[in-house]
């Protein structure tokens, strides 16, 4: 790669870290892209932040071509998926394509939306400093981690959501199916009765059903796994039995085992368990059953006179531990809280016909809502009146579907064992 390439890359690289941590004002602060940009000590994140959706702005096509919906794909895949946050699977559904297609136009967008900065910031002054400042910085991301500092990454870049579970189990056993073909084992998979849903961070879990049931394949070669669900009104049990046949070695289950040690660390991620029964029973090699807890979703209040704002909030709970309950009315507030039960409440100040300072008191002293922590969600830079008057966090708007989640997730009492919601 010739050193103009590389430095495009690096800064491209910049660009696409900023987009990614658009609300984060600590990693946004601590950007690369302000010292490519030649931006004062003095400009903060804000600032950053302000530039880069300027800039996205610029994506927009030119008049002549607004009419044709492709000349807007750069602009609405990287304006859909880093300004309002929305996933690469509803981004690709409102743009009608594939989720291989909108990277591409993700890519694009990028591409354009690094030159636009290129230009305006004239970055090419400062490209030698920060092509090397880049390359050390590369290097060093580039040392060997130990496998704790990888799984907190992995535990950091990857959300919990909502799975099924018996759709996770059937895909994973289409993986394996090479491997027992090779070892000559029978995969029976008997499927719950009932949907079995948990909360968890896909990636994880499915790497460790595979270890788990790639070691059970490996203890009995030439044998038989068996695989069902035990499923309760809290948790659910996926059970693995691996069963020898004559004239095969079988191996005992041992929970020391590389792979199920793995396993097992990855399994806490989502707060699950992995029990080894190492005892043989016959033919049976010994049972390993992972247990997970049973999804529960916990209602949140949503009290915004706005309908945009209600839909984006229900967007950002969707696939998360929590179910939306919203009312542009705060008149019928009450009614609905003592209808739905509220885990949470999430309230907009700015209300029309009621002040929403008085809302709040009344909330705070009605019984369906007087032990519900309320999180007050506003443009208005008041979080000491807020937090005075009774609310349990504040958020300034505009808020991302990450921030909601995580004041939900501190101020709600976990009932999913995982622990977390979604993010």
């Not at 949140?300 to 542009?328: H, K, P």
């Not at 409440?345 to 008191?361: Q, R, S, T």
Request: with cysteine; proline share 5%.
């Amino acid at each position: 790669m010739t050193e103009r390439g590389a430095t495009s890359e690096a800064f491209v690289d910049a660009v696409q870290h900023a987009l990614v941590n658009l609300y984060d004002p600590k990693e946004l602060g601590e950007s690369s892209l302000r010292r490519w940009l030649g931006l004062g000590e003095r400009a903060g994140a804000s600032e950053l932040h302000r530039i880069i959706l300027n800039a996205i702005e610029e994506l927009k096509p030119n008049l002549e071509a607004r009419k044709d919906a492709k000349a807007w794909r750069p602009y609405r895949a990287i304006y859909h998926r880093h300004v309002e946050q929305f996933t690469q699977r509803e981004v690709s559904v409102a743009l009608a394509l594939s989720v291989r297609q909108l990277r591409r136009e993700e890519h694009r967008a990028l591409s354009r939306l690094a030159g636009i900065l290129w230009e305006r910031y004239n970055v090419a002054e400062r490209a030698p400093a920060m092509l090397a400042e880049a390359v050390v910085a590369s290097s060093l991301s580039q040392r060997p981690s130990s496998r704790e500092d990888e799984l907190q990454w992995l535990e950091r870049s990857a959300p919990m959501e909502l799975l099924d579970l018996a759709g996770l189990a059937s895909s994973v056993l289409s993986v394996t199916e090479p491997l027992a073909a090779q070892l000559a084992v029978t995969l029976a998979w008997q499927p719950p009765d009932v949907p079995a849903y948990a909360f968890a961070q896909a990636a994880s879990l499915r790497q460790a059903l595979i270890n788990v049931i790639s070691c059970a394949m490996r203890a009995v070669p030439g044998g038989r796994v068996e695989m069902m669900f035990e499923t309760s009104a809290t948790d659910h049990g996926l059970v693995i039995r691996p069963y020898g046949s004559s004239g095969h070695t079988c191996r005992p289950l041992c929970a020391d085992s590389d792979q199920l040690q793995m396993a097992q660390q990855l399994l806490e991620i989502s707060a699950a368990e992995l029990a080894v029964d190492a005892s043989e029973d016959g033919m049976c090699s010994g049972t390993i059953t992972l247990t997970i807890g049973a999804a529960k979703r916990d209602t949140v209040l949503v009290i915004d006179d706005n309908a945009d704002t209600l839909r984006l909030v229900e967007r950002y709970l969707a696939d998360s531990r929590y179910a939306f309950a919203g009312v542009r009315d705060p008149e019928h507030a009450m009614e609905l809280a003592t209808r739905v039960a509220p885990a949470a409440i999430l309230l907009d100040v700015m209300l029309p016909a009621i002040d929403g300072w008085e809302m709040l008191g009344r909330l705070r002293t009605h019984p369906a809502a007087t032990s519900v922590p309320i999180i007050v969600c506003t443009i208005l830079p008041e979080e000491h009146l807020a937090l005075s008057l009774g609310a349990a966090e504040f958020l300034r708007k505009p808020i991302n579907r990450q921030t909601l989640l995580a004041a939900l997730d501190r101020q709600v009492a976990t009932v999913s064992p995982a622990g977390d919601s979604g993010r």
